[in-house]
Protein backbone atom coordinates (compact mmCIF):
# COMPACT_ATOMS: atom_id res chain seq x y z
CA UNK A 1 0.00 0.00 0.00
CA UNK A 2 2.65 2.56 0.75
CA UNK A 3 4.10 1.77 -2.99
CA UNK A 4 0.71 3.12 -3.84
CA UNK A 5 0.55 6.18 -1.83
CA UNK A 6 4.11 7.10 -2.75
CA UNK A 7 3.19 6.83 -6.06
CA UNK A 8 0.00 9.13 -6.33
CA UNK A 9 2.27 11.39 -4.25
CA UNK A 10 5.22 11.33 -6.93
CA UNK A 11 2.30 11.95 -9.54
CA UNK A 12 0.38 14.80 -7.65
CA UNK A 13 4.19 16.61 -7.05
CA UNK A 14 5.40 15.97 -10.40
CA UNK A 15 9.08 15.20 -9.29
CA UNK A 16 11.39 12.29 -9.08
CA UNK A 17 12.45 10.47 -6.43
CA UNK A 18 15.55 12.94 -5.33
CA UNK A 19 12.78 15.04 -3.67
CA UNK A 20 10.63 12.41 -1.85
CA UNK A 21 11.64 11.35 1.30
CA UNK A 22 10.08 9.21 4.24
CA UNK A 23 9.90 11.57 7.24
CA UNK A 24 9.69 11.66 11.10
CA UNK A 25 7.30 14.73 10.82
CA UNK A 26 5.06 13.71 7.61
CA UNK A 27 4.54 10.06 5.91
CA UNK A 28 6.03 11.64 3.04
CA UNK A 29 7.96 14.65 3.12
CA UNK A 30 8.73 16.72 -0.72
CA UNK A 31 11.88 19.27 -0.57
CA UNK A 32 11.57 20.08 -3.56
CA UNK A 33 10.54 23.99 -2.40
CA UNK A 34 14.29 24.84 -1.20
CA UNK A 35 15.94 24.00 -4.53
CA UNK A 36 13.49 26.29 -6.49
CA UNK A 37 13.60 28.92 -3.78
CA UNK A 38 17.32 29.42 -4.94
CA UNK A 39 16.20 29.59 -8.53
CA UNK A 40 13.26 32.24 -7.74
CA UNK A 41 14.90 34.33 -4.88
CA UNK A 42 12.08 33.44 -2.60
CA UNK A 43 11.82 31.63 0.80
CA UNK A 44 10.99 27.58 0.46
CA UNK A 45 7.84 28.10 2.55
CA UNK A 46 6.89 30.60 0.00
CA UNK A 47 7.73 28.67 -3.02
CA UNK A 48 5.97 25.46 -1.35
CA UNK A 49 2.69 27.36 -0.82
CA UNK A 50 2.50 28.51 -4.35
CA UNK A 51 3.72 24.51 -5.57
CA UNK A 52 0.94 23.40 -3.57
CA UNK A 53 -2.07 25.29 -5.51
CA UNK A 54 -1.25 23.75 -8.69
CA UNK A 55 -1.04 20.24 -7.01
CA UNK A 56 -3.88 17.99 -8.65
CA UNK A 57 -4.37 14.63 -6.74
CA UNK A 58 -5.11 11.98 -8.48
CA UNK A 59 -6.21 8.85 -6.37
CA UNK A 60 -7.53 8.06 -2.89
CA UNK A 61 -4.82 7.29 -0.33
CA UNK A 62 -3.46 10.96 -0.54
CA UNK A 63 -5.55 12.35 3.58
CA UNK A 64 -4.19 15.83 4.02
CA UNK A 65 -1.19 17.98 2.61
CA UNK A 66 0.52 20.58 5.24
CA UNK A 67 3.66 22.92 4.45
CA UNK A 68 6.36 23.42 7.55
CA UNK A 69 9.18 25.47 6.86
CA UNK A 70 9.17 24.68 3.29
CA UNK A 71 8.32 21.13 3.51
CA UNK A 72 5.17 20.14 1.47
CA UNK A 73 4.08 16.80 3.80
CA UNK A 74 1.84 14.38 2.89
CA UNK A 75 -0.32 12.25 5.12
CA UNK A 76 -2.16 9.19 4.37
CA UNK A 77 -6.00 8.98 4.79
CA UNK A 78 -8.71 6.47 5.46
CA UNK A 79 -8.89 4.70 2.44
CA UNK A 80 -4.78 3.95 2.48
CA UNK A 81 -5.74 2.54 6.16
CA UNK A 82 -8.46 0.38 5.53
CA UNK A 83 -6.92 -0.83 1.65
CA UNK A 84 -3.70 -1.29 3.90
CA UNK A 85 -5.24 -3.81 6.91
CA UNK A 86 -7.67 -5.52 4.56
CA UNK A 87 -4.80 -6.41 1.81
CA UNK A 88 -3.03 -7.88 4.71
CA UNK A 89 -5.99 -10.10 6.13
CA UNK A 90 -7.03 -10.99 2.55
CA UNK A 91 -3.41 -12.02 1.18
CA UNK A 92 -1.98 -13.77 4.31
CA UNK A 93 1.14 -15.48 3.18
CA UNK A 94 0.79 -14.13 -0.58
CA UNK A 95 1.51 -10.30 1.09
CA UNK A 96 3.98 -8.41 -0.01
CA UNK A 97 4.56 -10.35 -3.25
CA UNK A 98 5.71 -8.48 -5.87
CA UNK A 99 5.66 -8.91 -9.47
CA UNK A 100 9.46 -7.54 -10.68
CA UNK A 101 10.42 -9.92 -13.26
CA UNK A 102 13.82 -10.77 -14.44
CA UNK A 103 16.44 -13.66 -14.36
CA UNK A 104 19.06 -13.72 -11.21
CA UNK A 105 21.65 -15.46 -10.11
CA UNK A 106 23.30 -15.26 -6.66
CA UNK A 107 26.70 -16.88 -6.03
CA UNK A 108 27.42 -16.87 -2.17
CA UNK A 109 29.16 -19.50 0.43
CA UNK A 110 31.59 -20.51 -2.11
CA UNK A 111 33.97 -22.21 0.99
CA UNK A 112 37.13 -24.00 -0.15
CA UNK A 113 36.47 -27.78 0.38
CA UNK A 114 38.98 -28.52 2.99
CA UNK A 115 36.75 -28.34 5.77
CA UNK A 116 33.84 -27.43 7.35
CA UNK A 117 32.16 -23.81 7.45
CA UNK A 118 33.25 -21.38 10.11
CA UNK A 119 31.64 -18.59 11.74
CA UNK A 120 32.81 -16.42 8.45
CA UNK A 121 31.35 -18.61 5.97
CA UNK A 122 28.14 -18.41 7.26
CA UNK A 123 27.73 -14.13 7.29
CA UNK A 124 28.36 -15.19 3.62
CA UNK A 125 25.69 -17.61 3.39
CA UNK A 126 23.14 -16.10 5.55
CA UNK A 127 23.52 -12.53 3.32
CA UNK A 128 23.14 -14.73 0.19
CA UNK A 129 20.21 -16.65 1.40
CA UNK A 130 18.26 -13.40 2.57
CA UNK A 131 19.07 -11.72 -0.78
CA UNK A 132 17.38 -15.09 -2.62
CA UNK A 133 14.57 -15.24 -0.22
CA UNK A 134 14.23 -11.20 -0.86
CA UNK A 135 14.35 -11.61 -4.30
CA UNK A 136 11.74 -14.49 -4.42
CA UNK A 137 9.52 -12.62 -2.68
CA UNK A 138 9.67 -9.44 -5.33
CA UNK A 139 8.60 -11.90 -7.80
CA UNK A 140 12.04 -12.72 -9.28
CA UNK A 141 13.24 -15.43 -10.76
CA UNK A 142 16.33 -16.22 -8.70
CA UNK A 143 19.10 -18.84 -8.68
CA UNK A 144 21.22 -19.87 -5.70
CA UNK A 145 24.80 -21.25 -6.63
CA UNK A 146 27.65 -22.51 -5.00
CA UNK A 147 30.79 -21.99 -6.49
CA UNK A 148 33.19 -25.17 -5.42
CA UNK A 149 36.91 -24.40 -5.66
CA UNK A 150 37.85 -28.11 -6.78
CA UNK A 151 41.57 -26.79 -8.46
CA UNK A 152 43.39 -24.77 -5.83
CA UNK A 153 45.93 -26.17 -4.01
CA UNK A 154 43.99 -26.14 -1.12
CA UNK A 155 41.74 -28.86 -2.81
CA UNK A 156 44.97 -30.47 -3.96
CA UNK A 157 46.40 -30.76 -0.14
CA UNK A 158 42.83 -32.26 1.46
CA UNK A 159 42.93 -34.80 -1.58
CA UNK A 160 46.77 -35.54 -0.77
CA UNK A 161 45.92 -35.48 3.05
CA UNK A 162 42.93 -37.98 2.76
CA UNK A 163 44.69 -40.59 0.80
CA UNK A 164 47.38 -40.57 2.93
CA UNK A 165 45.45 -40.92 6.25
CA UNK A 166 42.21 -41.43 5.30
CA UNK A 167 38.60 -40.28 6.52
CA UNK A 168 37.48 -41.39 10.39
CA UNK A 169 33.54 -42.23 11.21
CA UNK A 170 33.05 -38.09 12.47
CA UNK A 171 30.82 -35.45 10.16
CA UNK A 172 32.67 -35.77 6.72
CA UNK A 173 33.92 -32.00 6.09
CA UNK A 174 35.55 -32.51 10.02
CA UNK A 175 37.02 -35.99 8.87
CA UNK A 176 38.57 -34.22 5.71
CA UNK A 177 39.59 -31.09 7.46
CA UNK A 178 42.03 -33.42 9.65
CA UNK A 179 43.33 -35.10 7.18
CA UNK A 180 44.08 -31.54 5.83
CA UNK A 181 45.54 -29.85 8.71
CA UNK A 182 48.12 -33.24 8.99
CA UNK A 183 49.26 -32.76 5.64
CA UNK A 184 49.85 -29.49 5.75
CA UNK A 185 52.17 -29.99 8.89
CA UNK A 186 53.96 -32.67 7.18
CA UNK A 187 54.46 -30.05 4.19
CA UNK A 188 56.75 -28.20 7.02
CA UNK A 189 59.53 -30.62 6.92
CA UNK A 190 59.18 -32.53 3.80
CA UNK A 191 59.70 -30.87 0.50
CA UNK A 192 58.72 -33.79 -1.61
CA UNK A 193 54.23 -33.09 -0.42
CA UNK A 194 54.43 -29.80 -2.39
CA UNK A 195 56.00 -31.71 -5.09
CA UNK A 196 53.48 -34.04 -5.31
CA UNK A 197 50.73 -31.69 -4.49
CA UNK A 198 51.42 -29.64 -7.88
CA UNK A 199 51.91 -32.90 -10.14
CA UNK A 200 48.21 -33.82 -8.38
CA UNK A 201 46.58 -30.44 -9.79
CA UNK A 202 48.42 -31.16 -13.19
CA UNK A 203 46.91 -34.30 -13.39
CA UNK A 204 43.77 -33.33 -12.33
CA UNK A 205 43.43 -30.44 -14.63
CA UNK A 206 44.32 -32.47 -17.42
CA UNK A 207 41.57 -34.93 -16.82
CA UNK A 208 43.38 -37.93 -15.43
CA UNK A 209 40.84 -40.49 -14.19
CA UNK A 210 42.62 -41.89 -11.00
CA UNK A 211 42.69 -38.12 -10.21
CA UNK A 212 39.54 -36.91 -11.13
CA UNK A 213 38.21 -39.96 -9.21
CA UNK A 214 40.17 -38.95 -6.34
CA UNK A 215 39.12 -35.00 -6.61
CA UNK A 216 35.42 -35.95 -6.98
CA UNK A 217 35.02 -38.70 -4.24
CA UNK A 218 37.11 -35.97 -1.56
CA UNK A 219 35.28 -32.92 -2.46
CA UNK A 220 31.80 -34.36 -2.30
CA UNK A 221 32.49 -35.80 1.17
CA UNK A 222 33.58 -32.52 2.17
CA UNK A 223 30.42 -30.72 0.69
CA UNK A 224 28.16 -33.27 2.14
CA UNK A 225 29.17 -32.00 5.27
CA UNK A 226 28.69 -28.22 4.19
CA UNK A 227 25.29 -29.14 3.11
CA UNK A 228 24.54 -30.52 6.48
CA UNK A 229 25.64 -27.85 8.08
CA UNK A 230 23.63 -25.20 5.75
CA UNK A 231 20.81 -27.28 6.38
CA UNK A 232 20.84 -26.17 9.90
CA UNK A 233 20.91 -22.71 9.04
CA UNK A 234 17.71 -23.05 6.63
CA UNK A 235 20.42 -22.39 3.44
CA UNK A 236 19.92 -24.46 0.57
CA UNK A 237 21.56 -23.82 -2.65
CA UNK A 238 19.97 -24.75 -5.94
CA UNK A 239 23.13 -25.49 -7.62
CA UNK A 240 26.68 -26.66 -7.48
CA UNK A 241 28.98 -25.75 -10.06
CA UNK A 242 32.47 -27.45 -10.07
CA UNK A 243 35.60 -24.73 -11.47
CA UNK A 244 36.69 -27.59 -13.30
CA UNK A 245 34.17 -27.87 -15.41
CA UNK A 246 34.87 -24.37 -17.33
CA UNK A 247 38.13 -25.92 -17.96
CA UNK A 248 36.74 -28.74 -19.99
CA UNK A 249 33.60 -26.98 -21.40
CA UNK A 250 35.63 -24.45 -24.15
CA UNK A 251 35.25 -21.45 -21.52
CA UNK A 252 38.68 -20.98 -20.44
CA UNK A 253 39.86 -21.44 -23.60
CA UNK A 254 37.37 -18.90 -25.30
CA UNK A 255 38.70 -16.18 -22.86
CA UNK A 256 42.52 -16.73 -23.55
CA UNK A 257 41.42 -16.51 -27.27
CA UNK A 258 38.89 -12.93 -26.15
CA UNK A 259 42.12 -11.35 -24.43
CA UNK A 260 44.03 -12.73 -27.54
CA UNK A 261 41.48 -10.63 -29.79
CA UNK A 262 41.88 -7.44 -27.52
CA UNK A 263 45.68 -7.69 -27.80
CA UNK A 264 46.13 -8.24 -23.64
CA UNK A 265 46.90 -11.70 -23.32
CA UNK A 266 50.95 -12.39 -22.81
CA UNK A 267 51.79 -15.75 -24.60
CA UNK A 268 55.20 -16.93 -23.47
CA UNK A 269 56.31 -19.63 -20.77
CA UNK A 270 52.91 -18.26 -18.52
CA UNK A 271 49.75 -16.90 -19.77
CA UNK A 272 49.25 -13.32 -18.25
CA UNK A 273 47.63 -9.61 -18.16
CA UNK A 274 49.71 -6.27 -17.74
CA UNK A 275 47.38 -5.06 -15.36
CA UNK A 276 49.44 -1.57 -15.13
CA UNK A 277 47.25 0.06 -18.15
CA UNK A 278 44.15 -1.07 -15.37
CA UNK A 279 46.16 0.98 -12.78
CA UNK A 280 47.59 -2.61 -10.38
CA UNK A 281 51.60 -3.10 -10.29
CA UNK A 282 51.38 -6.16 -10.86
CA UNK A 283 50.70 -8.47 -13.86
CA UNK A 284 48.11 -11.67 -13.26
CA UNK A 285 49.27 -14.94 -14.43
CA UNK A 286 46.21 -16.69 -15.87
CA UNK A 287 48.45 -20.18 -17.07
CA UNK A 288 51.79 -21.30 -15.37
CA UNK A 289 54.27 -22.91 -16.50
CA UNK A 290 52.94 -26.41 -15.99
CA UNK A 291 49.86 -25.77 -18.35
CA UNK A 292 47.40 -25.10 -15.01
CA UNK A 293 45.18 -22.44 -14.67
CA UNK A 294 44.87 -20.55 -11.89
CA UNK A 295 41.61 -19.66 -10.04
CA UNK A 296 41.03 -15.74 -11.83
CA UNK A 297 41.35 -17.36 -14.86
CA UNK A 298 38.15 -20.29 -14.47
CA UNK A 299 36.71 -17.11 -12.58
CA UNK A 300 36.84 -15.11 -15.93
CA UNK A 301 34.85 -18.20 -17.61
CA UNK A 302 32.55 -18.17 -15.12
CA UNK A 303 31.94 -15.31 -15.32
CA UNK A 304 31.70 -15.40 -19.28
CA UNK A 305 29.40 -17.98 -18.44
CA UNK A 306 26.88 -15.60 -16.87
CA UNK A 307 26.91 -13.36 -18.69
CA UNK A 308 25.47 -15.89 -21.85
CA UNK A 309 22.80 -16.97 -18.93
CA UNK A 310 21.71 -14.00 -16.86
CA UNK A 311 20.83 -10.55 -17.19
CA UNK A 312 21.83 -10.08 -13.37
CA UNK A 313 24.52 -11.83 -11.23
CA UNK A 314 25.46 -11.06 -7.89
CA UNK A 315 28.76 -12.28 -5.86
CA UNK A 316 28.88 -12.03 -2.01
CA UNK A 317 32.41 -11.86 -0.89
CA UNK A 318 34.76 -11.17 2.15
CA UNK A 319 36.54 -8.08 2.11
CA UNK A 320 39.43 -10.11 1.28
CA UNK A 321 38.47 -10.69 -2.14
CA UNK A 322 38.48 -6.71 -2.81
CA UNK A 323 42.09 -6.72 -5.23
CA UNK A 324 40.86 -10.14 -7.30
CA UNK A 325 37.52 -9.44 -7.31
CA UNK A 326 38.24 -5.77 -8.52
CA UNK A 327 40.60 -6.81 -10.86
CA UNK A 328 38.31 -9.61 -12.29
CA UNK A 329 35.73 -6.79 -13.15
CA UNK A 330 38.13 -4.65 -15.17
CA UNK A 331 39.39 -7.65 -17.52
CA UNK A 332 35.27 -8.77 -18.29
CA UNK A 333 34.70 -4.82 -19.04
CA UNK A 334 37.91 -4.91 -21.15
CA UNK A 335 35.70 -7.94 -22.18
CA UNK A 336 33.18 -5.85 -23.40
CA UNK A 337 31.40 -7.97 -20.91
CA UNK A 338 29.47 -7.53 -17.60
CA UNK A 339 30.87 -7.66 -14.34
CA UNK A 340 29.13 -8.62 -11.31
CA UNK A 341 27.59 -6.88 -8.64
CA UNK A 342 29.39 -7.39 -5.67
CA UNK A 343 28.43 -7.60 -1.98
CA UNK A 344 31.53 -7.34 -0.11
CA UNK A 345 31.13 -8.81 3.71
CA UNK A 346 33.86 -7.94 6.68
CA UNK A 347 34.25 -11.19 8.78
CA UNK A 348 33.03 -12.18 12.32
CA UNK A 349 34.94 -12.24 15.04
CA UNK A 350 34.58 -14.35 18.28
CA UNK A 351 36.09 -14.42 22.00
CA UNK A 352 38.30 -17.35 21.05
CA UNK A 353 40.48 -15.42 18.39
CA UNK A 354 41.76 -15.75 14.79
CA UNK A 355 40.88 -18.70 12.53
CA UNK A 356 42.79 -20.49 10.20
CA UNK A 357 41.90 -24.16 8.79
CA UNK A 358 45.53 -25.04 7.99
CA UNK A 359 46.74 -24.39 11.22
CA UNK A 360 43.47 -25.98 12.93
CA UNK A 361 42.74 -22.68 14.10
CA UNK A 362 39.30 -22.28 13.96
CA UNK A 363 35.63 -22.26 15.13
CA UNK A 364 33.42 -24.30 12.70
CA UNK A 365 29.36 -22.79 11.97
CA UNK A 366 28.75 -26.40 13.68
CA UNK A 367 30.22 -25.82 17.18
CA UNK A 368 28.78 -22.12 17.01
CA UNK A 369 25.82 -23.33 16.48
CA UNK A 370 25.61 -26.45 19.04
CA UNK A 371 26.63 -23.62 21.42
CA UNK A 372 23.82 -21.15 20.81
CA UNK A 373 21.44 -24.23 20.76
CA UNK A 374 22.52 -25.35 24.10
CA UNK A 375 22.22 -21.52 25.55
CA UNK A 376 18.58 -21.65 23.85
CA UNK A 377 18.06 -24.64 25.29
CA UNK A 378 18.60 -23.45 29.33
CA UNK A 379 17.16 -20.13 28.46
CA UNK A 380 13.05 -22.41 27.42
CA UNK A 381 13.89 -24.74 30.33
CA UNK A 382 11.26 -23.76 31.98
CA UNK A 383 8.40 -23.20 29.90
CA UNK A 384 5.39 -25.70 29.79
CA UNK A 385 6.81 -27.72 26.97
CA UNK A 386 7.84 -31.51 26.65
CA UNK A 387 11.44 -32.14 25.53
CA UNK A 388 10.76 -32.78 22.32
CA UNK A 389 8.87 -29.17 21.58
CA UNK A 390 11.64 -27.56 24.05
CA UNK A 391 14.73 -28.95 21.48
CA UNK A 392 12.10 -27.55 18.25
CA UNK A 393 11.65 -24.61 19.94
CA UNK A 394 15.15 -24.35 21.55
CA UNK A 395 16.72 -25.06 17.75
CA UNK A 396 14.27 -22.40 15.89
CA UNK A 397 15.29 -19.59 18.99
CA UNK A 398 19.34 -20.44 18.38
CA UNK A 399 19.54 -20.26 14.47
CA UNK A 400 17.17 -17.41 14.66
CA UNK A 401 19.94 -15.73 16.66
CA UNK A 402 22.09 -16.67 14.75
CA UNK A 403 20.74 -15.35 11.34
CA UNK A 404 19.21 -12.08 12.39
CA UNK A 405 22.68 -10.77 14.07
CA UNK A 406 25.04 -11.58 10.86
CA UNK A 407 22.30 -9.90 8.54
CA UNK A 408 21.33 -7.32 10.88
CA UNK A 409 24.85 -5.45 10.99
CA UNK A 410 26.03 -3.54 7.10
CA UNK A 411 28.09 -6.46 5.63
CA UNK A 412 30.74 -3.65 5.09
CA UNK A 413 30.85 -3.29 9.03
CA UNK A 414 33.07 -6.12 10.97
CA UNK A 415 31.27 -7.83 14.03
CA UNK A 416 31.37 -9.50 16.74
CA UNK A 417 28.79 -12.03 17.81
CA UNK A 418 27.69 -12.35 21.06
CA UNK A 419 25.23 -15.69 21.97
CA UNK A 420 24.40 -13.87 25.60
CA UNK A 421 23.00 -10.61 23.64
CA UNK A 422 21.49 -12.24 20.56
CA UNK A 423 19.26 -14.53 22.52
CA UNK A 424 18.06 -12.13 25.08
CA UNK A 425 14.34 -11.77 24.46
CA UNK A 426 14.46 -8.54 25.82
CA UNK A 427 16.60 -6.42 23.70
CA UNK A 428 16.43 -5.88 20.02
CA UNK A 429 17.22 -9.46 18.72
CA UNK A 430 15.42 -12.41 16.60
CA UNK A 431 14.24 -13.79 19.83
CA UNK A 432 12.26 -10.45 20.78
CA UNK A 433 10.82 -10.43 16.93
CA UNK A 434 9.70 -14.19 17.80
CA UNK A 435 8.26 -13.93 20.95
CA UNK A 436 6.54 -10.60 19.19
CA UNK A 437 5.20 -12.61 16.54
CA UNK A 438 4.18 -15.69 19.17
CA UNK A 439 2.62 -12.81 21.37
CA UNK A 440 0.44 -11.66 18.79
CA UNK A 441 -0.54 -16.09 17.69
CA UNK A 442 -1.51 -15.95 21.91
CA UNK A 443 -4.01 -12.78 21.50
CA UNK A 444 -5.47 -14.28 18.74
CA UNK A 445 -6.13 -17.90 20.09
CA UNK A 446 -7.23 -16.48 23.38
CA UNK A 447 -9.83 -14.62 21.25
CA UNK A 448 -10.97 -17.73 19.09
CA UNK A 449 -11.48 -19.27 22.45
CA UNK A 450 -13.26 -16.58 23.84
CA UNK A 451 -16.13 -17.19 20.43
CA UNK A 452 -14.36 -13.57 19.76
CA UNK A 453 -13.57 -14.39 15.55
CA UNK A 454 -15.18 -11.29 13.59
CA UNK A 455 -12.12 -8.74 12.88
CA UNK A 456 -13.33 -5.04 11.53
CA UNK A 457 -10.98 -2.25 11.43
CA UNK A 458 -12.86 1.01 11.95
CA UNK A 459 -10.50 3.77 11.10
CA UNK A 460 -12.33 6.33 13.42
CA UNK A 461 -10.93 4.52 16.31
CA UNK A 462 -7.69 4.29 15.20
CA UNK A 463 -4.92 6.37 17.97
CA UNK A 464 -1.56 7.66 16.86
CA UNK A 465 -0.03 4.58 18.36
CA UNK A 466 -2.05 2.42 16.23
CA UNK A 467 -1.59 4.46 13.08
CA UNK A 468 2.20 4.37 13.05
CA UNK A 469 2.07 0.91 13.87
CA UNK A 470 -0.43 -0.03 10.33
CA UNK A 471 1.50 2.89 8.18
CA UNK A 472 4.80 0.59 9.20
CA UNK A 473 2.88 -2.51 8.08
CA UNK A 474 2.23 -0.90 4.70
CA UNK A 475 5.73 -0.96 4.03
CA UNK A 476 6.54 -4.49 3.68
CA UNK A 477 7.22 -4.88 -0.41
CA UNK A 478 8.73 -1.13 -0.15
CA UNK A 479 11.04 -2.96 2.02
CA UNK A 480 11.81 -5.59 -0.22
CA UNK A 481 12.87 -3.02 -3.31
CA UNK A 482 14.70 -1.29 -1.48
CA UNK A 483 16.78 -4.65 -0.82
CA UNK A 484 16.34 -5.71 -4.55
CA UNK A 485 17.81 -2.74 -5.45
CA UNK A 486 20.43 -2.24 -3.12
CA UNK A 487 21.88 -5.37 -2.16
CA UNK A 488 21.91 -4.47 1.66
CA UNK A 489 19.33 -7.23 3.28
CA UNK A 490 20.14 -5.18 7.00
CA UNK A 491 17.11 -2.68 6.02
CA UNK A 492 14.68 -5.47 6.26
CA UNK A 493 16.17 -6.91 9.05
CA UNK A 494 15.65 -3.45 11.14
CA UNK A 495 12.55 -3.12 9.22
CA UNK A 496 10.92 -6.13 10.81
CA UNK A 497 12.76 -5.36 14.03
CA UNK A 498 11.01 -1.81 13.47
CA UNK A 499 7.38 -3.38 13.44
CA UNK A 500 8.25 -6.01 16.60
CA UNK A 501 8.62 -2.97 18.61
CA UNK A 502 6.15 -0.55 17.41
CA UNK A 503 3.71 -3.95 17.99
CA UNK A 504 5.02 -3.97 21.33
CA UNK A 505 3.92 0.01 22.17
CA UNK A 506 0.49 -0.97 20.88
CA UNK A 507 0.16 -4.14 23.22
CA UNK A 508 1.41 -2.06 26.67
CA UNK A 509 -0.58 0.65 25.36
CA UNK A 510 -4.17 -0.24 24.00
CA UNK A 511 -6.48 -3.70 25.51
CA UNK A 512 -7.50 -6.27 23.03
CA UNK A 513 -10.02 -8.48 24.02
CA UNK A 514 -12.49 -5.55 25.78
CA UNK A 515 -15.77 -5.71 26.21
CA UNK A 516 -16.31 -3.25 23.49
CA UNK A 517 -17.11 -5.13 20.73
CA UNK A 518 -16.38 -2.95 18.12
CA UNK A 519 -13.14 -1.95 19.71
CA UNK A 520 -12.09 -5.70 20.19
CA UNK A 521 -12.84 -6.35 16.36
CA UNK A 522 -11.01 -3.57 15.14
CA UNK A 523 -7.73 -4.01 17.77
CA UNK A 524 -7.62 -8.10 17.01
CA UNK A 525 -7.64 -6.90 12.94
CA UNK A 526 -4.66 -4.61 13.86
CA UNK A 527 -2.93 -7.70 15.88
CA UNK A 528 -4.13 -9.99 13.10
CA UNK A 529 -2.64 -7.84 10.59
CA UNK A 530 0.63 -7.59 12.54
CA UNK A 531 1.24 -11.35 12.71
CA UNK A 532 0.84 -11.88 9.18
CA UNK A 533 3.46 -9.72 8.13
CA UNK A 534 6.23 -10.57 11.03
CA UNK A 535 5.45 -14.25 10.03
CA UNK A 536 5.89 -13.20 6.71
CA UNK A 537 8.96 -10.89 7.29
CA UNK A 538 10.63 -13.88 9.73
CA UNK A 539 10.63 -15.97 6.88
CA UNK A 540 12.88 -13.87 4.74
CA UNK A 541 15.21 -13.53 7.09
CA UNK A 542 15.11 -17.58 7.33
CA UNK A 543 13.67 -17.62 10.85
CA UNK A 544 10.93 -19.58 11.96
CA UNK A 545 8.18 -17.61 12.88
CA UNK A 546 6.94 -19.55 16.59
CA UNK A 547 3.75 -19.58 17.84
CA UNK A 548 4.64 -20.54 21.36
CA UNK A 549 7.77 -19.33 23.25
Known amino acids: MFRAFYSEVKRATGVDDRFLRESEHADIACTV?????KEKRKKPQEVAEEILEDFEITGDYIGRIEIENGYINFFAGQEFFEDTVNSILDDDFRYGDMKLGGDVL???????????????????????????????????????????????????MAVLGVKKYGLGAGKPDHEVARAYIKINADAESDESINRQVEELMVRYEGGDENAVRDFREVIEKALDGVRETL??????????????????????????????EKELLDRNDVFKVNMKKFGYDKDVILRRENGTTLYITRDLAYHLWKNENYGRFINVLGSDHKLIANQLSDL???????????????????????MSTRKGKFISADELIEKTFQEARKLIEDRNFDEGEKNRVAKAVAIGALR????????EKP????????????????SYIQYTHARACSIMRKAVEAGYVDLDFKYELMDDVERKLLFLLSKFSFNIQKVVESLRPSIFAEYILDIAEKFSDFYHRNPVITENSELRMHRLAIVDATRIVLRNGLELLGIEALERM
Open 332 to 354: LKALDLKPPEIVFFEFVSLPEGS
Open 33 to 37: AFKLA
Open 404 to 411: FDFVRVSP
Open 106 to 156: IEHTSANPDGPLHVGHIRNSIIGDTLVRIFRKAGINVKSQYYVNDMGRQSA
Open 231 to 260: KKLNVEHDEYIWESEFTRNGYVERIFRMLE
Open 415 to 430: MTFDWEKALDFERQTA
